[in-house]
């Protein structure tokens, strides 16, 4: 079992910055193995793949972003920490939405899809005013 925790969500102006950390913890956590991921869901809508991470192997750990983030987002992963971050700059109002974490033990390449991830947190709200 692996317990995921968001934080770092809040109230920013367009424009602005924020960062969003996830700590991972379980019992036999090994988490280098794993691929993480973020998602979000903003109201009425469905949820989305934003970004995700690969497991950490001897060469480095690979990147996948949504198209609506690339260049405003980065994702990385302190594994001495069991975390993961969402770097978010240049907001916008269209990233309104809650954001989870999400974590792979079965695909070391993150997915897109929802159903590529076994563990999920609950959350955090992250809201843009224009």
């Known amino acids: 079992q692996v317990l995921l925790g968001e934080s770092g969500g809040g109230l920013v102006q367009a424009g602005g910055s924020l960062r969003l950390s996830c700590a991972a913890s379980?019992?036999?956590?090994?988490?280098?193995?794993?691929?993480m991921g973020w998602f979000r869901q903003a109201p009425g809508k469905d949820r989305e793949f934003v970004a995700g991470?690969?497991?950490?192997?001897?060469?480095?750990?690979?990147?996948n972003y949504a198209d609506g983030v690339k260049g405003r987002f980065t994702i990385s992963r302190d594994n001495a920490k069991n975390t993961v971050y969402l770097q978010m700059n240049s907001l916008k109002s269209e990233d309104t939405a809650i954001y989870y974490c999400?974590?792979?033990?079965?695909?070391?390449?993150?997915?897109?899809?929802?159903?590529?991830?076994?563990?999920w947190g609950q959350g955090t709200q992250v809201t843009v005013s224009s």
């Open positions: 999400t974590a792979s033990s079965r695909n070391p390449i993150p997915g897109r899809q929802e159903n590529e991830y076994e563990y």
């Open positions: 379980g019992r036999t956590l090994s988490f280098t193995r794993y691929a």
């Open positions: 991470i690969s497991e950490t192997s001897w060469s480095g750990y690979s990147t």
